[in-house]
C-alpha cells in the first residue's frame, strides 16, 4: 500500500502479463503467431500500459471490440496490428482505415462495403469471422457456401480466417472437436489465407487448435481458463486497509438487512470497497478476505463502498485498523472470488472499479 490516503489499491503487475503472455506464445509452434486480446481497456487493467508491456514482450497483434477502443489503442502501440471484433459498423470505414484498423468482418454486408473502400484504396486487410456453432457473431454456415460459390467476393482482400470456439474452457466438450472439423472443412474449400481458432482455453487444447494465429486474453491477466491446467502467474491484487474492528455480540447482527446475525461475541473489521468498486454484491456472505495469511470469511451484506469480515479468529494486532486485507490476489485468486460470487473471474476483472488508485510495477517502458 502506497497511499496511505487511499483506503484501497489495485495493483497490476505488468511483468507477469509479459510473462503469461511468453508463456502461451512457447505453447504453440515457432511459425504460429501469438496476439493479445485487449478489449474492454484490457480486461479492465488499463489498456495503455498493458499494450505497451505486451508489445515491449514482442505481441506484434492485439484484438479489440470495437473501432474506437481501436482508435484508442493506435496511441499507444503506433506500429502494431489492431484488429476490430466488432467489425464494420455502418459508415465506418473512412475511421478504421485512418486508424489502421482490419475489421473482423461477420457478415457479407460488411464484407462488400469493406472490399469496395479496399479497393478504392489499392488492397486491405480483413479478417473473415465463420461461424462454426456459437451462434453468436460471425458468418452463418449457408453465408460462407456463398463465399466458397463466389470467391471473388474476397477478391483483393488479404483475408485471415476466423472462428470461435463456445466450450473450450471444457477439454473434454464433443463441441470443440466439432466445430474444429466444420472449420478445417471451410478452411479446405474457401480461397487459401492464414487462420485462427483458439483464444486462451483453446491455446491449452492442443496443436490442431492454434492454426496460424491464437488469441489469448484472459489467460494474459492471469485468469486460468480450464481447471487444472498449469496456473497462469496471478496479475491483479487488490487490496484494503481496515477502517474500523467492532466487537458484535447477541443478539446482533451486521449490515444492511440484519442479513447476517452473530452467534456469540464477534469480531467485525470493516473495509472501504463495495459493489461500487467491483467487489460484487452476490459475494456477500460468501466470499472471503486474507490478512498476513488469515482467512476472514465476507459477513453481511455488501454495501456500495463498504465490506464487512469476520476478523475474530484473527489475533487482535493483525486484525487492526490500517492492517492491508486482501481482496483478491496470490491468495485469493481472481477464479476463486468468481466461484463465491457465483459467476466467472472474466466478469471479476472487468468490473474492477475506477475509484481507488491503480499502481503499475514491472512493464520495460514507463507506464
Ligand atoms: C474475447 C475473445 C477472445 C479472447 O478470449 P479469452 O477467453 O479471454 O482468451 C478471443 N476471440 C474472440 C472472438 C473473443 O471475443
Known amino acids: 500500500m502506497r497511499t496511505e490516503r487511499a483506503g484501497a489499491e489495485l495493483v497490476i503487475d505488468l511483468d507477469a502479463i509479459a ?3 511468453r508463456a502461451l506464445r512457447d505453447r504453440v509452434a515457432p511459425g504460429v503467431g501469438s496476439a493479445a486480446v485487449v478489449k474492454a481497456d484490457a480486461y479492465g487493467l488499463g489498456v495503455g500500459p498493458v499494450a505497451r508491456a505486451l508489445a515491449a514482450a514482442g505481441c506484434t497483434a492485439f484484438f479489440v471490440a470495437t473501432p474506437d477502443e481501436g482508435a484508442a489503442l493506435r496511441r499507444v502501440v503506433p506500429e502494431a496490428t ?14 478504421l482505415a485512418r486508424h489502421r484498423l482490419v475489421p473482423v468482418v461477420n457478415d457479407l454486408g460488411e464484407l462488400e462495403r469493406w472490399r469496395r473502400r ?12 465463420l461461424d462454426t456453432g456459437l451462434n ?3 458468418i452463418p454456415p449457408e453465408d460462407s457456401q456463398r463465399l466458397i460459390d463466389r470467391p471473388e467476393l474476397v477478391r483483393g482482400l488479404r483475408v485471415t480466417w476466423m472462428s470461435h470456439l463456445a466450450c473450450a474452457d471444457e477439454p473434454g466438450h464433443p463441441m470443440n472437436a466439432e466445430q474444429l472439423r466444420r472449420f478445417r472443412v471451410l478452411l479446405g474449400r474457401l480461397p487459401a489465407g492464414p487462420a485462427t481458432l483458439a483464444a486462451s482455453a483453446g491455446v491449452l487444447l492442443g496443436p490442431a487448435y492454434h492454426f496460424d494465429l491464437v488469441r489469448p486474453g484472459y489467460a ?13 502467474r496471478p496479475v ?22 440484519a442479513a447476517h446475525r452473530v452467534t456469540g461475541a464477534r469480531n467485525i473489521a470493516t473495509v472501504p470497497v463495495g459493489y461500487a468498486d467491483g467487489f460484487l454484491r452476490s459475494l456477500g456472505g460468501r466470499g472471503s478476505a486474507v490478512i498476513d495469511g488469515w482467512r476472514a470469511p465476507v459477513v453481511g451484506r455488501i454495501s456500495m463502498d463498504l465490506t464487512t469480515i469476520d476478523v475474530s479468529g484473527i489475533p487482535s494486532e493483525r486484525a487492526r485498523p490500517g492492517a492491508v486485507v486482501e481482496l483478491i490476489g496470490e491468495t485469493r485468486t481472481v477464479e476463486a472470488v468468481a466461484t463465491d460470487a457465483g459467476t466467472i473471474g472474466y466478469e471479476i476483472l472487468t468490473a474492477l472499479g475506477r475509484r481507488y488508485p491503480r499502481h503499475y510495477v514491472g512493464g520495460t517502458v514507463a507506464a
Do not use: K
Open 82 to 95: 489492431i484488429l476490430v471484433l466488432h467489425g464494420v459498423p455502418p459508415r465506418a470505414e473512412g475511421f
Open 136 to 138: 453468436r457473431l460471425g
Open 236 to 257: 491483479v491484487r487488490l487490496s484494503a486497509r481496515i477502517l474500523q474492528v467492532r466487537r458484535v455480540d447477541t443478539p446482533g447482527s451486521v449490515g444492511y438487512g
Open 118 to 129: 479496399a479497393a478504392t484504396a489499392g488492397g486491405g486487410d480483413a479478417v473473415l469471422h
Open 220 to 232: 494474459l491477466y492471469g485468469g486460468n481458463p480450464v481447471a487444472g491446467a498449469p496456473a497462469m
Open 19 to 21: 510473462a503469461n503472455w
